[in-house]
């Protein structure tokens, strides 16, 4: 072997051991491939929109293989494959909301093209949208009562339950193609709120409970799922069951 050729295999071997781990993760990371969402469920709009309500409590029972399909992609899953455009418009169809979803055995990504969860951490982190709700004491002379909670904190929301599933809606405003850095923040909310809009009616529409949240511990959040600094965590949606 000449000396050139022994240090272009020197640095072959370099670069796969660095490398190498990172492709390992790659290719261990675990892919869920979702049902075929079901079109023609649920409640005609208008009456979805008359029960639509936010929900307060939880109940624990994991939802369905098919319910999560559905959710998922009534929230902004491709309905055009064609054109790959979405449920949910986006200013300049930018797409930049991205769907995380929590549950107690890890973080996915929303993929919309697959219509598929790809693993992002393992483990349930579904604690960092809720805290438990501490027993209070009754007020002084109104026995039975309770204080409000207190103010401030963490931003996290007091709860008795964890909802199963927890949907954090993330923009990552880089996808717009045009605008200064406050615009693009104010269309990202504006996306966020389509998106969340749709995980609202179609729960109505199926009997789910839901309601969108801004409580969430965002700088955990941020550091855990690796966001970029362009990427933005503006509302979460637990969703589980009615609470009989």
């Excluded at 022994?6 to 660095?18: Q, Y």
């Excluded at 693993?119 to 409000?148: C, I, K, M, N, Y």
């Excluded at 199963?164 to 615009?183: E, H, K, Q």
Aim: aromatic share 6%; charged share 20%; with cysteine.
């Amino acid at each position: 072997m000449g000396k050139s050729a022994g240090i272009r295999f020197l640095a072959f071997l370099l670069v796969s051991f660095l490398l190498g781990p990172l492709f390992l993760s790659a290719q261990n990371q675990k892919t869920i491939k979702l049902s075929e969402p079901n079109k023609k469920r649920g409640l005609p709009v208008m009456e979805a929109l008359a029960v639509r309500a936010s929900a307060t409590d939880w109940a624990t029972q994991d939802l369905s293989s098919q319910d999560l399909s559905d959710l998922l992609w009534a929230a902004n899953g491709i309905n055009r494959p064609d054109s790959g455009k979405k449920t949910a418009p986006s200013a300049m169809n930018a797409q930049d909301i991205d769907i995380y979803v929590f549950i107690k055995d890890g973080i996915y990504l929303y993929e919309a093209k697959t219509h598929s969860l790809v693993e992002v951490v393992a483990g349930d982190h579904r604690s960092l949208f809720f805290q438990p709700r501490p027993p209070r004491p009754a007020t002084p002379g109104q026995p039975g009562q309770q204080p409000p909670p207190p103010a401030g904190g963490s931003g996290l929301q007091e709860q008795p339950t964890m909802a199963p599933v927890v949907l954090l809606l993330v923009s990552d405003i880089s996808r717009f193609r045009a605008g200064n850095d406050d615009l693009k923040k104010e269309w990202a909310a504006l996306d966020t709120g389509i998106v969340s809009q749709n995980i609202s009616i179609f729960c109505a529409g199926v009997g789910l409970g839901t309601r969108p949240r801004a409580g969430m511990d965002k700088d955990k959040l941020r550091e855990l799922l690796k966001l970029k600094n362009t990427q933005y965590p503006l509302l979460n949606h637990p969703v589980s069951y009615k609470k009989q």
